[in-house]
């Protein structure tokens, strides 16, 4: 079936680097853009990057610009997030989720996975 | 940067409607999709540019959008679709490309 699964979360100090990974399954993935989308406890969700289907244009939003890096290997059929200098307000259960085809929408979203960022 | 408001909660009895609006200026001229998250779960996609669903989400989820609110209407409440709802729009102006609503609880008296 359809599925992405996220991995690599964890705690980490203030100015500390994680990279997350997304395998997907069950679709062709090279044919969707995809995302990474944040939550913070208790709040609500947050954009955080975008990566074309073929990975030749990439969007951060402004609160991770310089600090983070998406890619993607669709020979792995996998996409990374690269978190460098890590602060306490990133700190967030993250998502990887699946374009929709000719909408800017998210159809497909994984578990998610926690990234705790404190000292 | 473009900005989407929500109700923070509302209630509803159950098999009574539910409407959740989400304002945004002139969002009537976007494309507005809705997501339903339950808690310790990943949201999914239950409406799709303003009124359409994915297969597999019942009629009874219905969206509408014009001028300043889109809408979110939930028909013939069940205790199951208690949870909390986003709005999302696309906005190239934005800092955040893909601007998410403040979010709606949902709770079924």
């Known amino acids: 079936q359809v599925q992405l699964v996220e991995s690599g979360g964890g705690l980490v100090k203030p100015g500390g680097s994680l990279?997350?990974?997304?395998?997907?399954?069950g679709f062709t993935f090279s044919d969707y853009y995809m995302s990474w989308i944040r939550q913070a406890p208790g709040k609500g969700l947050e954009w955080v990057s975008y990566i074309s289907s073929s990975g030749s244009t990439i969007y951060y939003a402004d609160s991770v610009k310089g600090r983070f890096?998406?890619?993607?290997?669709?020979?792995?059929?996998s996409l990374y997030l690269q978190m460098n200098s890590l602060r306490a307000e990133d700190t967030a259960v993250y998502y990887c989720a699946r374009g929709c085809k000719n909408v800017d929408a998210f159809d497909?979203?994984?578990?998610?996975?926690?990234?705790?960022?404190?000292s | 940067s473009y900005v989407l408001?929500?109700?923070?909660?509302?209630?509803?009895?159950p098999g009574q409607t539910a409407r959740i609006t989400c304002g945004g200026n002139n969002i009537g001229s976007k494309s507005v999709h809705w997501y339903q998250q339950k808690p310790g779960q990943a949201p999914v996609l239950v409406v799709y540019d303003d009124s359409d669903r994915p297969s597999g989400i019942p009629e009874r989820f219905s969206g509408s959008n014009s001028g300043n609110t889109a809408t979110l209407t939930i028909s013939r409440v069940e205790a199951g679709d208690e949870a909390d709802y986003y709005c999302q729009v696309w906005d190239s102006s934005s800092d955040h490309y893909y601007v998410f609503g403040t979010g709606t609880k949902v709770t079924v008296l």
């Not at chain 1, 890096?69 to 059929?77: E, Y």
């Not at chain 1, 998610?112 to 960022?117: A, E």
């Open chain 1, 108 to 118: 497909i979203w994984g578990q998610g996975t926690m990234v705790t960022v404190s």
């Open chain 2, 5 to 13: 408001t929500q109700p923070p909660s509302v209630s509803v009895a």
């Open chain 1, 69 to 77: 890096t998406i890619s993607r290997d669709n020979a792995k059929n």
């Open chain 1, 19 to 25: 990279r997350l990974s997304c395998a997907a399954s």
